[in-house]
DNA sequence: GATAGTGGATAGTGTTGGTATCCATAGTGG
DNA sequence: CCACTATGGATACCAACACTATCCACTATC
């Protein structure tokens, strides 16, 4: 197919497109002459990958390329190829330096719960900075809230790992997990505020104030 | 205190105060004169809630001026307020146009989970938004990772309430309400990364492995 | 052979989240 | 009292980001 309808059918405009081919998110397709090329089906998916990551997931340009410069590259064994991907996800800004006492709540906390861990894994120094950002904000978590929470996301783990375990074990497995770990943080977020209204609702209403809140 | 202390101590440089005050993110100080005002302790703790909610919490500037909008302003019951405040807050950028199907699997699911819903509520809206992008992206959900996901984000929720109304009885409730739920997010995907290492590494390796790469 | 479409390059745009500069005025050490 | 720094406030500027527009030589197609 040539770019009118790779743009067609992903509902990307054209110019974003070719922008996407400047920036390497989207290989360029196979060159049948000076100015002409084809694209397929991965290209195709490709682009609804790059979609899905900005878009839902958030992600800059920047990141897709670097975590899709990751996916492609051929060498070492899947698990250890996702596990660099993940570190490559951001999770929080990096305009709050935590303190060396974050630091240390957060390795006290991993160790606390027996999780594996890596020492230098971002996602501890994610920890040190969501904890540094509570503390700033005069609202710091308490040690019980962390471990209610750690109960959830252990389940959560659980369930991303089977998923995730669960690809057909195509070339693209690693595509999916990255998406269904990127749109799965804002899934989650989305449940945990819906399941929040619920929760609030069962709290705080009773049974004919949630009937007429339902009917507006 | 004058600017400078406003600035010393909470680590934002001046002309970002200058911008926030413009911005009406930040209330001006008492005026004491044609050009010098004083800044009190209620200036720093919303300067830091400002600051925690752009940097942790990855909301928008313009958000943040309606959500503290919403939260200073008198009349209607911290309850409603605090749903009305819920619902500003942003989940999934409205780059994708969710299909109607879409948006049915979103009332369905919270229906069949028996969960109180409002009709008009942008997290439904949003939950439609994911589920079409995992679509687009060609990796969808399937009702039972959402069952699965859904079970713990209704034992999150409960936490999440229960932090909230633990909250003293103090005119910031509110404003703890706003931080627990915005950092919560982002303290929630941490900690999930932070399981999915532990779950990984738990699957696929032996001890061996995990005494060789937690050592480096 | 006219017309529309293509790949590729280069330049421009709108938004966001700040910085920098300037000014008249206020506080402060000597 | 006087030099000097700091302040509040306004305005202008800036860098990053994610596109979008224009242009060109060329190709495909009707």
New interface residues.
């Given amino acids: 197919m040539r770019i009118a309808e790779l743009s067609e059918r992903s509902g990307v405009p054209i110019p974003t497109i070719k922008y996407y081919l400047r920036e390497g998110l989207l290989p360029r397709g196979e060159a049948t002459g000076r100015n002409q090329a084809r694209y397929g089906n991965e290209h195709l998916?490709r682009l609804?990958?790059v979609?899905?990551l900005?878009?839902?997931?958030?992600l800059s340009v920047a990141t897709v390329r670097e975590v899709l410069a990751e996916v492609g590259e051929p060498g070492v064994g899947l698990?250890s190829k996702?596990?660099l991907v993940?570190r490559r996800?951001p999770?929080?800004?990096d305009?709050?330096e935590p303190r060396e006492e974050d630091r240390e709540r957060a390795r006290a906390f991993?160790t606390r719960r027996d999780?594996?861990?890596?020492?230098?894994?971002p996602?501890?120094e994610?920890?040190a900075?969501?904890l540094a950002?509570?503390r700033?904000?005069?609202?710091p978590?308490t040690e019980a809230?962390?471990d209610?929470?750690?109960?959830?996301?252990?389940?959560?783990?659980?369930?991303?790992?089977d998923?995730i375990?669960g690809l057909p074990e195509a070339e693209d497995v690693l595509e999916?997990a990255v998406?269904?770990?990127v749109?799965?943080?804002?899934?989650?977020?989305?449940?945990?505020?819906?399941?929040?209204?619920?929760?609030?609702?069962?709290?705080?209403?009773d049974e004919a104030g949630?009937r007429a809140?339902?009917e507006?």
Same sequence: chains 1, 2.
């Fill in positions: 998916s609804r990958l979609r899905a900005t878009t839902v997931g958030g698990h996702l596990g993940m996800l999770l929080v800004g305009d709050i991993v999780w594996f861990f890596y020492p230098d894994h996602a501890l994610a920890l900075v969501v950002g509570h700033e904000a005069g609202h978590v809230d962390l209610r929470y750690a109960e959830s996301a252990e389940q959560i783990a659980r369930v991303d790992l998923r375990s999916g998406i269904k770990t749109l799965g943080d804002t899934l989650l977020a989305v449940l945990r505020r819906l399941a929040q209204v619920d929760e609030s609702a069962e709290r705080n209403l949630r809140a339902r507006g």
